[in-house]
């Protein structure tokens, strides 16, 4: 009888506990979310994104993945199944830069990850950050390209010794896939206008194709501005006035060319975010800067590219009063210029870097 | 008294050859009959074509130079280009031309593309340099790029698999890359240019831009004064949004020579401002430098402030490949101090200056 009293007892303390844990949380449920701190730098700057995102309380809960040192034979990579299978879970993570080890008989990590997780958009925003200074000021768009077809399909052969031929392939489904996306993301972010760049009046039907999908998305969203501006006057407008551009939505090949292009305006791949969407509402946010293995180690990487990728993240998560204080946080820590790491010019370590945004906070 | 009297005067005198000489260029030494007009093919082209190339042959009226225009009425929406302008081109060797504008995606060709296979004009160069008197973001910018202009990516062969799915062509062949990264060689050694620099995307295209590059190697080491290297297209163009003085010479493949040609134009000035033109191995079409299918806005067409620069200094580049330097030397010159003085610039400059005004400013500086 006493047993049977204690174990009712243990029972309703345990259920209470429990109970007691889900009403007292914070209004949201910790989310789990994957990390890939990858090679190098990784590491470091991935420690400090979870020091500062401890710091602003954000109800994130990681799961840290690592490149494995053998081929896992299940996903042809260095990336085992488990890897891709929490992030098909948990639906949103974040990667830090893995170097591809050379070789052959497996897949490039990038490419593992594209195909397996079908990450068809690549967002990259990109904004002048006030206190870094290069020449072009004011700089606030954002290029949507499209990640899995287009001139990078892989499809190449020789016709004959000395004739090669390489196919671009671009389909409806991805197209309209990519155009939706692109028009959601204006709309939920309060943006005015989406730009489609192409080359239709040389590649009319493959180009033209891609246009055609993305008039289609523009009617169904009438509230924002549609316009279609071929890539060389792209190009131009962009080095000349970044100002004129908003959302820009555009196929593989241009897609690459021009992010990287306003990458270079803001100051370079080390400071720009990077957010890959995939099917059923998979976001993968990554830096794109390479995983630099000779200051790895010494407390000496700038980890804003990571923590800048880890604000779309919560972006995407809609929790969009935490990523604007984060966000601010290292606005603000950057310009102010005491702290600032040695690519932008500075003297401060990573973990000073960190220190500060903390206080920023 | 009566020495400094002379001394004074023979510095007076050599002061006044100095300032004199300032703009007599090397001496040419021509051979005899080479005065004779030559004749050149002009395509006025759509929208603000026929403004810029009119700029052109007032300038070379005023100047007297030796050429005189056979015109020819092209228009982009024609389903080709007629063949007596072919011919036309053909017998003069040597063509200017405003841009012709190619309907979106309606099933018609580029023109110009099409005139560039027809001729086989395989190397097109845009000079971009920056402007005394244009203020830009760069400086030190002094950039050729030589793109490839008969395959690639703009093969024209896509067909249409299945509805909803699309095919395009991408061809690199030996021969073409072969002979475009000689030309690039051989325009940097007769140039007096120091590095040439071939942009390329053979990480993800081995094959394609792998054969492009492989062309690239052989003909850099037939030329071991000048300096090679490789640079991956979306590198290439962060580089130049952020340090453009490290380029000279580019070679490129069809596409991204477009897209590159574009970005230095407009970190350079603009493509209101840059000359170029299509070379092959006999004929020449020089046009505006960069995105020559841009005939501009309606509204440059009604209001006639389309710029002339780039077509004026284009010209010039023809008048030295016709082998008439000194007139070269003198349009070149009068554009300039146009320029330098600011006084008159169209819209894309920062001006508000009509295309007459800029017209008259460099048949004016003329001398």
């Given at each position: 009888m006493a047993s049977f009293g204690f174990q009712l007892l243990k029972r309703t303390l345990g259920n209470r506990s429990a109970a007691a844990r889900f009403f007292s949380s914070?209004?949201?449920t910790p989310i789990r979310a994957t990390l890939f701190p990858g090679d190098g730098i990784g590491p470091e700057i991935a420690e400090s994104v979870k020091q500062i995102f401890k710091a602003a309380e954000v109800p994130i809960e990681w799961e840290e993945h690592y490149v494995g040192t053998e081929i896992d034979p299940r996903t042809q990579?260095?990336?085992t199944w488990e890897s891709l299978e929490s992030v098909r879970k948990n639906r949103v993570g974040l990667k830090g830069p893995m170097a591809t080890p050379i070789g052959k008989g497996h897949r490039s990590l990038n490419l593992t990850l594209r195909k397996e997780l079908n990450l068809y958009a690549n967002v990259r925003p990109c904004y002048s950050?006030?206190?870094?200074?290069?020449?072009?000021?004011n700089v606030n768009l954002i290029t949507i390209r499209e990640n899995t077809?287009?001139?990078?399909?892989?499809l190449e052969h020789q016709v004959v010794r000395g004739v090669v031929e390489s196919l671009k392939v671009i389909t409806r489904q991805a197209s309209l896939r990519v155009a939706e996306y692109a028009f959601h993301y204006a709309k939920a972010h309060g943006r005015e206008r989406v730009s489609a760049i192409h080359k239709a009046n040389i590649m009319q039907k493959t180009d033209g194709l891609f246009l055609k999908c993305c008039r289609e998305v523009a009617e169904k969203y009438p509230e924002i501005k549609y316009e279609e501006v071929v890539i060389d006057n792209c190009c131009m407008m962009l080095v000349k006035n970044?100002?004129?551009?908003?959302v820009l939505v555009m196929p593989n090949l241009y897609g690459d060319i021009i992010s990287d292009l306003c990458a270079g305006l803001v100051g370079?791949?080390?400071l720009t975010p990077s957010c890959n969407i995939g099917e059923g509402g998979i976001a993968l946010a990554e830096a794109?800067?390479?995983?630099?293995?000779?200051?790895?180690?010494?407390?000496?990487?700038?980890p804003t590219a990571l923590l800048l990728s880890g604000v779309s993240m919560l972006r995407h998560l809609d929790l969009h009063d935490k990523a604007d204080k984060i966000q601010n946080a290292i606005l603000n820590t950057i310009a102010e210029g005491k702290y600032r790491t040695a690519d932008l010019g500075g003297k401060a370590k990573t973990t000073e870097f960190t220190n500060a945004i903390i206080d920023h906070l | 008294m009566a020495s400094t009297a002379r001394s004074s005067s023979t510095l007076l005198k050599r002061f006044l050859a100095t300032r004199l000489n300032q703009s007599r260029s090397v001496t040419y030494m021509p051979r005899p009959g080479d005065g004779a007009p030559r004749a050149v093919t002009l395509i006025p082209g759509d929208g603000i074509g026929p403004l810029v190339t009119g700029a052109v042959e007032q300038v070379m009226e005023a100047m007297h130079a030796p050429v005189y225009f056979e015109k020819f009425e092209v228009h982009?929406?024609?389903?080709?280009?007629?063949p007596a302008v072919i011919e036309s081109i053909r017998k003069n060797k040597v063509c200017l031309k405003g841009g012709l504008a190619t309907p979106m995606g309606g099933g018609v060709s580029s023109l110009n593309v099409q005139l560039r296979k027809e001729l086989d004009l395989y190397a097109s160069l845009v000079n971009c340099f920056n402007l005394p008197g244009i203020t830009t973001r760069h400086d030190n910018v002094d950039i050729v790029v030589i793109r490839e202009n008969?395959?690639?990516?703009?093969?024209?062969?896509e067909h249409e698999v299945v509805p909803g799915v699309v095919e395009s062509l991408k061809v690199i062949t030996k021969f073409c890359s072969e002979r475009i990264a000689k030309y690039a060689f051989e325009y940097a050694y007769l140039n007096n240019r120091k590095k040439v620099t071939a942009v390329h995307k053979?990480?993800?295209m081995k094959l394609a831009d792998g054969l492009f590059l492989e062309s690239c190697r052989e003909v850099a080491t037939k030329y071991p004064g000048i300096k090679y290297n490789e640079i991956i297209v979306d590198n290439c163009c962060m580089q130049l949004v952020s340090?453009?003085?490290?380029?000279d010479v580019m070679v490129t493949p069809n596409l991204y020579g477009n897209l590159v040609a574009n970005t230095a134009a407009g970190i350079a000035?603009?493509?209101?401002?840059m000359p170029g033109g299509n070379v092959g191995a006999e004929h020449a079409v020089f046009e505006q430098?960069?995105?020559?299918?841009?005939?501009?806005?309606g509204k440059e067409v009604e209001e006639k402030k389309a710029n002339p620069v780039a077509l004026l200094l284009s010209s010039a580049m023809m008048l030295r490949h016709l082998q008439f330097p000194a007139f070269a030397d003198r349009l070149e010159t009068a554009v300039k101090r146009v320029i330098l003085e600011g006084q008159y610039r169209t819209h894309d400059l920062g001006g508000t200056s009509s295309t007459q005004e800029v017209v008259d400013a460099v048949l004016d500086a003329l001398n």
């Open positions: 914070a209004p949201y990579s260095f990336l950050l006030p206190g870094y200074k290069t020449r072009y000021d077809e287009g001139e990078y399909s892989g970044p100002g004129l551009f908003d370079g791949l080390g794109v800067h390479g995983s630099a293995p000779d200051i790895a180690g010494k407390n000496l990487a700038n | 982009g929406d024609m389903k080709a280009v007629p008969t395959e690639g990516e703009y093969s024209g062969l053979a990480n993800i340090k453009p003085e490290q380029f000035g603009g493509t209101g401002v430098g960069a995105s020559a299918g841009n005939v501009g806005s």
